[in-house]
């Protein structure tokens, strides 16, 4: 015991020294010669750590690796696992960074760190592409912590990861889950309901999709919004727009003269009601969506006056009756012109302010090039991408918790 103890006094020497890949052969040369020696648990946790310290990844696996299997209940255990996680995560190498928080988790479940080592696996997993194994951790950390502070964020990666694995079924329950569950202490349910409508369309539940949207503009103003979910209620509102907008968009000025009054009229009311609308949504001053419905707004102005530029002639006007009828249509055309062009102006203004530059931006340039040539000249976007966006939320947890 004597000589042990010598043998063992000298790998912390070099320890010392910060001699780690001395040391770490010691402490081997230790466990190989007296396997069932009072130091043997210590001597491999040691070499293991030391060749952790020395960089020597595939040491610290072999040493690792033999310990777990000799002194699976030694209380060293989860430190090793967690010093493990650590040195990987690291070193960027994250299947083992993944794989040791899984085995501490399992190892120690009651342990303080081990909700933290859970929800870290799932999401280093679900960024390595590895949705079940991903899936399988969210379910357990949820089963097992149920009274844990990311309880909120492990339900709702598991929608985001049914999403990109297209089971939209399973998405649709779980935000409806997470909304029926937390809708009344957190924002982040009105994403929970947009993602539901998104998921209901690509299922053709058209229905429900628009119910779900219904519920995200209510439950934005119940729960008090933040950032990202004035971002989603916003997007809702434009989505429940859209059948108005596309029925003011075919409201055609065509002849008999009593069908061209009418839908005269019909085109004129309904814009007053998708400029209030539209209004609303750019008074919510989310960046993106703003952009998207003062650009909308300016094309609702185009179209009627381009539909009053080009409105038929009764066919029983004298030639001056004719040009009387022109002047007064041209008359009406053109306040409603200018008002597309401020719109299409305000876009971009506001995309230059806010640096948010997206697909609307490009395309409200587009039709100002069209009005205003010499002030907003013809440009190539072909390399311009959209630079706003809005993440996940999981994602803020891309590198794990330390």
């Avoid at 103890?5 to 001699?19: T, W, Y």
């Avoid at 339900?155 to 939209?168: A, N, R, T």
Wanted: hydrophobic residues 35%; aromatic residues 12%; charged residues 25%.
């Amino acid at each position: 015991e004597l000589i042990q103890g010598a043998i063992f006094q000298q790998g912390k020497e070099k320890e010392e020294k910060n001699e780690f890949v001395p040391a770490a052969q010691i402490f081997e040369s230790l466990v190989a010669r007296y396997p069932s020696s009072k130091y043997a648990d210590k001597a491999l946790f040691n070499a293991a750590i030391d060749y952790i310290k020395a960089d020597r990844a595939d040491k610290a696996i072999q040493v690792s690796s033999q310990f777990l299997q000799k002194y699976p209940n030694s209380d060293l255990a989860p430190q090793m696992l967690i010093a493990l996680a650590t040195y990987f995560d690291e070193k960027l190498d994250y299947p083992n960074t993944a794989r040791y928080y899984e085995l501490y988790a399992s190892k120690d479940p009651k342990s303080a760190s081990a909700p933290d080592a859970l929800f870290n696996a799932a999401v280093f997993r679900e960024q390595l592409g590895q949705y079940n194994q991903a899936i399988a951790n969210y379910q357990s950390h949820e089963k097992a912590y149920p009274t844990s502070e990311d309880r909120m964020t492990v339900v709702f990666s598991q929608g985001l990861i049914y999403e990109k694995q297209k089971k939209y079924a399973d998405a649709i329950q779980t935000f409806d889950r997470f909304a029926k569950t937390y809708g009344k202490r957190s924002p982040k349910s009105v994403e929970a309901y947009y993602r539901m409508a998104q998921n209901q369309e690509k299922l053709n539940q058209l229905t429900n999709a628009k119910t779900s949207y219904q519920k995200t503009v209510e439950m934005n103003k119940r729960v008090g919004s933040n950032d990202q979910a004035n971002h989603y209620a916003s997007k809702a509102m434009m989505v429940l727009l859209e059948k108005d907008f596309r029925d003011y968009m075919n409201i055609k000025l065509v002849m008999p003269q009593n069908v061209l009054e009418r839908n005269i009229k019909r085109k004129f009311d309904l814009l007053k009601v998708l400029k209030k609308e539209y209004l609303k949504i750019i008074k919510m001053n989310d960046p993106e969506v703003g952009i998207e419905a003062l650009y909308k707004l300016g094309l609702c102005y185009q179209d009627f006056s381009n539909a009053l530029f080009s409105a038929p002639m009764p066919s029983n006007l004298s030639p001056e009756e004719v040009q009387l009828y022109q002047t007064e249509l041209q008359n009406q055309a053109l306040p409603i012109e200018e008002q597309a062009i401020e719109s299409f102006e305000s876009a971009l203004a506001k995309s230059f302010e806010l640096r948010v530059y997206t697909d609307t931006s490009r395309d409200a340039y587009k039709q100002l090039s069209q009005y205003k040539p010499k002030e907003y000249p013809p440009v190539r976007f072909e390399l311009i991408e959209d630079t706003y966006v809005v993440e996940p939320w999981s994602s803020q947890y891309a590198g794990g918790k330390k």
